[in-house]
C-alpha cells in the first residue's frame, strides 16, 4: 500500500496569505489527523476527522481549518499567516480513530 | 488534559548499549504508543501498548506500562547510530485527541 501523502513539502509565503495543504491517507484508511510540530511547542493536535467529519478540534484559532473528503483526502487551510505559523504540519491516518496512525512527511511551512 | 511528558528530554549512548525513555501522563487512557521521527521527517509508529497490558516486546524494543503510576518506558536494547531519533509518547483517551508529549531526543554515537 501507498504511504500518507502530502502535498506541497514545501511552502513560502508572506504574513497575511492564506495556504492550503493536502494530504492522501493510507487507501481504506478514514480517519486523518493534523498535526502543527515547532520546536517551542512540539506536537500539537490540529484536527482530527473521521468518515468526513470532524471528530476532534485541537486549541488553534479559527484561521485553521480543515476538512475531509468522501474519498478520506483532507485538505487543511491556514488564513491570514502570521510568522508564527512556520512549522512542520503533520497529516497522519488510521483505520480507526484510536489505533496506530500513520504519519505523512509533512508540508514545511516557511511565513516571512 | 492527558498530555505525555517523556524524560529524558535528550539521551547520548554508544553504539550497543542500552536505551530507556520514560513517559508520564496525567489521566486515565485508552493505549499509549510510541513514535520515532528522524530529523524533520514523519513520525513512524514503534509500538502500542493497551491500559491493560503492562508489557510489550517487538524486536529490539520493549515498553512497559505502569497505569498505576501512569507512566511507561521505552527501552531499546543494543543501539544502533540509526537509532538516533527523537522518540515521542502518545496517549489516548475517548472522546479526545492524541496528544504527544515533547519528545527524548537520543543520539547514539558509533
Known amino acids: 500500500k501507498a504511504g500518507v501523502t502530502q502535498t506541497p513539502r514545501y511552502l513560502i509565503k508572506t504574513r497575511g496569505q492564506q495556504v492550503t495543504l493536502s494530504c492522501s491517507p493510507i487507501?481504506?484508511?478514514?480517519?486523518v489527523s493534523w498535526y502543527q510540530q515547532t520546536p517551542g511547542q512540539g506536537l500539537q493536535f490540529l484536527f482530527e476527522?473521521?468518515?468526513?467529519?470532524?471528530?476532534n478540534k485541537g486549541n488553534f484559532p479559527g484561521r485553521f481549518s480543515g476538512r475531509q473528503f468522501s474519498n478520506s483526502r483532507s485538505e487543511m487551510n491556514v488564513s491570514t499567516l502570521e510568522l508564527g505559523d512556520s512549522a512542520l504540519y503533520l497529516c497522519?491516518?488510521?483505520?480507526?480513530?484510536?489505533?496506530?496512525?500513520?504519519f505523512g512527511p509533512g508540508t514545511r511551512l516557511t511565513v516571512t | 488534559s492527558q498530555q505525555g511528558e517523556e524524560d529524558p528530554q535528550a539521551l547520548s549512548i554508544q553504539e550497543g548499549e542500552n536505551a530507556t525513555m520514560n513517559c508520564s501522563y496525567k489521566?486515565?487512557?485508552?493505549?499509549l504508543q510510541w513514535y520515532r521521527q528522524n530529523s524533520g521527517r514523519g513520525l513512524v509508529h514503534l509500538i502500542l501498548?493497551?491500559?491493560?497490558?503492562r508489557e510489550k516486546h517487538s524486536g529490539r524494543l520493549r515498553v512497559t506500562l505502569d497505569t498505576s503510576k501512569k507512566s511507561s518506558s521505552l527501552l531499546i536494547t543494543a543501539s544502533r547510530a540509526a537509532d538516533t531519533a527523537s522518540y515521542f509518547c502518545a496517549t489516548d483517551a475517548w472522546g479526545q485527541n492524541f496528544v504527544f508529549g515533547p519528545g527524548t531526543r537520543l543520539s547514539v554515537l558509533p
Open positions: 489521566t486515565s487512557i485508552n493505549n
Open positions: 476527522y473521521f468518515s468526513e467529519t470532524q471528530r
Open positions: 487507501s481504506g484508511h478514514r480517519s
Open positions: 497522519a491516518s488510521g483505520g480507526s480513530p484510536f489505533l496506530e496512525q500513520y
Open positions: 501498548i493497551r491500559s491493560n497490558e
